[in-house]
Nanobody, 122 residues
């Protein structure tokens, strides 16, 4: 019912930048928060950054000062600006949203995008 689509991943050299975007669509009544997670092969998925309905942000320690999460111009869109990229940032990046749908106004549900690959070479 709710779909998240990520874009902007790719290959970049160390020290370079990438900008990711995520657009949520479907029977959305409201979104409590949207964020980005990442997962490298053989490792657990970890939080990268999240932004709440009240515009509070949180970042994983290793990306602080390098990544910025923000709301996009289009509704139900979130951006992740990634600067000073390092090889250890290489992972599949997933968008996540906690959504209240029109079909169930009393409950929030967690939705995930399909992921976008970010590869940083050295």
């Amino acid at each position: 019912q709710v779909h998240l689509v990520e874009s902007g991943g790719g290959l970049v050299q160390a020290g370079g930048s990438l900008s990711l975007s995520c657009a949520a669509s479907g029977s959305i009544f409201s979104i409590n928060d949207m964020g980005w997670y990442r997962q490298a092969p053989g490792k657990q998925r970890e939080l990268v950054a999240v932004i709440t309905r009240g515009d509070m942000t949180n970042y994983e320690d290793s990306v602080k000062g390098r990544f910025t999460i923000s709301r996009g111009d289009a509704e139900n869109t979130v951006l992740l600006q990634m600067n000073s990229l390092k090889p250890e940032d290489t992972a599949v990046y997933y968008c996540k949203a906690n959504v209240r749908t029109s079909a169930s106004l009393r409950n929030q549900f967690q939705y995930w995008g399909q992921g976008t690959q970010v590869t940083v070479s050295s």
